[in-house]
């Protein structure tokens, strides 16, 4: 099947997904904008430029990219600093250049160096932080903006601070609404004939039961309506010179291209929304329902040309970013379609329907993203990590709460940092080495893996088990191992359980231990290896593709 008729198999549920998006996207693109002290605009066309334009570049199937929050404090210093907007847009220029250039280079590698621990750490502290944010919305009180993902505000106050405010400012038209979305929310997938309608989500019930319930509030002259404060506020131009005028463009004048200062805040955003893209790029990864894998480095390339654009016409700096990713990814998007579909909405919303969706509650806006946020940050996923032990739970709930009282790279560097030093603490023996072969049709492929496997050795893994061509046959052998760690067992599990179906892979699982919770199998695929010790069975000349790796032990 080719990569054209791949992207539209799925067009009902992409087209759901992207409206979904679409609708959150939409307060965030404004939110962020406001927040960064740029046109409110900027942050629309850097959502157009996200979905449209590297949606189409990109190879993820679930990540979108827009204006993200983690740069807003980038960006209000930087216009500050610059002394002007179009200034600022210089910058981002050369931010743009520059992602470029490191995905060129295969910067984008360093992603296969996250462990699951601290990732999903990211993903639940994110969740913890949308969840709190949006309560206030929630109650009818907007005196932050959306897109706002700080726990403490400028001025020193904190969310828990904005959330008992909020309890003074109650909007019971707002409450109704928020409860009302909520229900539809939760019980969408539970009423058997609802959740056939795969092509109507339940975002968008419960957007237009919103609008219509303020409708009505409104024509009735009930106390429950809801003021125009309160209601999504998207730009209207009202003619084709009005959409001219809101554009900015760059300043290209020789003193500001020669101007270091310049220079360092676009080395400062490159750097900072390249690490952000490939912490959300592996995330979006590992919430894609069919474990697909996404090139990094073509991410950074298509991250770099949507900033170019962006700052050529006006816009804020992009990243993929978390929330409108794991919003895509629980609207049931299977193909970037969804992304790109998202993006073309924020156009069209643009020329030819603000009026009507100004008309949208913020509280409606507000359930979905509660929604999403106990999803991202539930128990279970909690429980999940205790279970697995110390070494796995203490990186996750470090991230967690370090992505929550301060930021998500902080969070995530606290994260790897503890993950470093366990790995450091209890495996400083581990051993892990690879040898290139050559593949030959028909013949069986060997994965031995080393007596102690770390999240180090992550990415050559993944590497090997994503490139086994379709009808082969593998055998992954475990009987040296004394440690997995849990990232490569999900690894092989999703291969065995999803990648290796879908391709007609057969393959057999020997010498794995029952604490591994993976269960060896007892495909058809010959004995072979089973005739020599584990040790014979490294040493052997395993034929495997260019780009496959067997891995050996080294005593």
């Given at each position: 099947?080719?990569q054209?008729?791949?992207?539209?198999?799925?067009?009902?549920?992409?087209?759901?997904?992207?409206?979904?998006?679409?609708?959150?996207?939409?307060?965030?693109?404004?939110?962020?904008?406001?927040?960064?002290?740029?046109?409110?605009f900027?942050?629309?066309?850097?959502?157009?430029?996200?979905?449209?334009?590297?949606?189409?570049?990109s190879?993820?199937?679930?990540?979108?990219?827009?204006?993200?929050?983690?740069?807003?404090?980038?960006?209000?210093?930087?216009?500050?600093?610059?002394?002007?907007?179009?200034?600022?847009?210089?910058?981002?220029?050369?931010?743009?250049?520059?992602?470029?250039?490191?995905?060129?280079?295969?910067?984008?590698?360093?992603?296969?160096?996250?462990?699951?621990?601290?990732?999903?750490?990211?993903?639940?502290?994110?969740?913890?932080?949308?969840?709190?944010?949006?309560?206030?919305?929630?109650?009818?009180?907007?005196?932050?903006?959306?897109?706002?993902?700080?726990?403490?505000?400028?001025?020193?106050?904190?969310?828990?601070?904005?959330?008992?405010?909020?309890?003074?400012?109650?909007?019971?038209?707002?409450?109704?609404?928020?409860?009302?979305?909520?229900?539809?929310?939760?019980?969408?997938?539970?009423?058997?004939?609802?959740?056939?309608?795969?092509?109507?989500?339940?975002?968008?019930?419960?957007?237009?039961?919103?609008?219509?319930?303020?409708?009505?509030?409104?024509?009735?002259?009930?106390?429950?309506?809801?003021?125009?404060?309160?209601?999504?506020?998207?730009?209207?131009?009202?003619?084709?010179?009005?959409?001219?005028?809101?554009?900015?463009?760059?300043?290209?004048?020789?003193?500001?291209?020669?101007?270091?200062?310049?220079?360092i805040?676009?080395?400062?955003?490159?750097?900072?929304?390249?690490?952000?893209?490939?912490?959300?790029?592996?995330?979006?990864?590992?919430?894609?329902?069919?474990?697909?894998?996404?090139?990094?480095?073509?991410?950074?390339?298509?991250?770099?040309?949507?900033n170019?654009?962006?700052?050529?016409?006006?816009g804020?700096?992009?990243?993929?970013?978390?929330?409108?990713?794991?919003?895509?990814?629980?609207?049931?998007?299977?193909?970037?379609?969804?992304?790109?579909?998202?993006?073309?909405?924020?156009?069209?919303?643009?020329?030819?329907?603000?009026?009507?969706?100004?008309k949208?509650?913020?509280?409606?806006?507000?359930?979905?993203?509660?929604?999403?946020?106990?999803?991202?940050?539930?128990?279970?996923?909690?429980?999940?990590?205790?279970?697995?032990?110390?070494?796995?739970?203490?990186?996750?709930?470090?991230?967690?709460?370090?992505?929550?009282?301060?930021?998500?790279?902080?969070?995530v560097a606290?994260?790897?940092?503890?993950?470093?030093?366990?790995?450091?603490?209890?495996?400083?023996?581990?051993a892990?080495?690879?040898?290139?072969?050559?593949?030959?049709?028909g013949?069986?492929?060997?994965?031995?893996?080393?007596?102690?496997?770390?999240?180090l050795?992550?990415?050559?893994?993944?590497?090997?088990?994503?490139?086994?061509?379709?009808?082969?046959?593998?055998?992954?052998?475990?009987?040296?191992?004394?440690?997995?760690t849990?990232?490569?067992?999900?690894?092989?599990?999703?291969?065995?359980?999803?990648?290796?179906?879908?391709?007609?892979i057969?393959?057999?699982?020997?010498?794995?231990?029952?604490?591994?919770?993976?269960?060896?199998?007892?495909?058809?695929?010959?004995?072979?290896?089973?005739?020599?010790?584990?040790?014979?069975?490294?040493?052997?000349?395993?034929?495997?593709?260019?780009?496959?790796?067997k891995?050996?032990?080294k005593?």
């Open positions: 099947m080719s054209k008729t791949k992207l539209f198999s799925h067009l009902k549920a992409d087209f759901s997904a992207g409206l979904v998006v679409f609708l959150v996207a939409l307060p965030l693109c404004l939110g962020i904008a406001l927040a960064s002290g740029a046109p409110l900027s942050g629309i066309i850097a959502g157009i430029i996200g979905g449209i334009v590297v949606g189409a570049f190879r993820s199937h679930i990540s979108v990219s827009g204006p993200a929050a983690g740069l807003t404090a980038i960006v209000i210093a930087a216009i500050t600093d610059l002394g002007s907007y179009p200034t600022f847009l210089t910058a981002v220029l050369i931010a743009g250049a520059i992602q470029v250039i490191l995905g060129f280079v295969r910067a984008g590698s360093i992603s296969n160096y996250f462990p699951s621990s601290v990732i999903e750490g990211m993903l639940a502290g994110i969740g913890i932080i949308i969840f709190l944010k949006q309560i206030p919305h929630a109650v009818g009180y907007d005196a932050v903006p959306e897109g706002d993902t700080s726990f403490i505000e400028n001025g020193g106050i904190t969310v828990v601070d904005r959330i008992a405010e909020s309890f003074s400012y109650i909007n019971y038209g707002s409450v109704i609404i928020t409860v009302l979305s909520l229900i539809i929310l939760i019980g969408w997938d539970k009423v058997s004939f609802l959740k056939k309608l795969k092509l109507v989500p339940a975002a968008l019930v419960a957007v237009l039961l919103g609008v219509t319930l303020n409708e009505i509030f409104i024509q009735s002259g009930s106390s429950l309506a809801i003021s125009t404060d309160h209601l999504v506020a998207l730009p209207t131009p009202q003619s084709f010179e009005d959409f001219k005028n809101i554009l900015i463009t760059p300043n290209f004048s020789l003193d500001i291209l020669l101007n270091s200062q310049v220079w805040v676009g080395l400062t955003i490159a750097i900072v929304a390249s690490v952000e893209t490939l912490l959300c790029i592996e995330a979006s990864d590992r919430m894609d329902p069919h474990k697909r894998y996404t090139d990094t480095n073509v991410e950074l390339k298509a991250q770099g040309m949507g170019l654009l962006s700052g050529l016409l006006g804020l700096p992009m990243t993929s970013v978390v929330v409108r990713s794991s919003t895509n990814a629980n609207a049931g998007a299977q193909t970037k379609m969804s992304t790109i579909i998202h993006g073309i909405f924020l156009l069209l919303s643009v020329v030819a329907i603000a009026p009507w969706l100004n949208i509650p913020l509280a409606s806006l507000a359930a979905i993203l509660l929604f999403i946020g106990f999803r991202l940050a539930k128990p279970a996923l909690f429980k999940k990590f205790w279970v697995k032990g110390k070494y796995e739970f203490i990186p996750f709930v470090s991230t967690v709460l370090a992505v929550v009282f301060l930021d998500l790279l902080k969070g606290l994260g790897l940092l503890i993950s470093i030093i366990s790995i450091l603490r209890g495996n400083l023996k581990r892990y080495s690879f040898k290139q072969e050559e593949y030959h049709e013949d069986l492929i060997l994965i031995h893996l080393a007596q102690e496997v770390s999240f050795n992550k990415a050559a893994i993944k590497t090997t088990l994503n490139e086994i061509p379709e009808d082969s046959k593998v055998v992954i052998d475990a009987s040296d191992t004394v440690y997995i849990h990232d490569v067992l999900d690894l092989i599990r999703e291969f065995k359980e999803i990648r290796a179906p879908e391709n007609n057969k393959l057999k699982l020997i010498g794995f231990k029952e604490a591994y919770d993976l269960e060896n199998t007892s495909d058809d695929i010959p004995h072979v290896f089973l005739k020599h010790s584990p040790h014979e069975q490294s040493n052997q000349k395993i034929p495997l593709t260019q780009s496959f790796r891995a050996e032990v005593s």
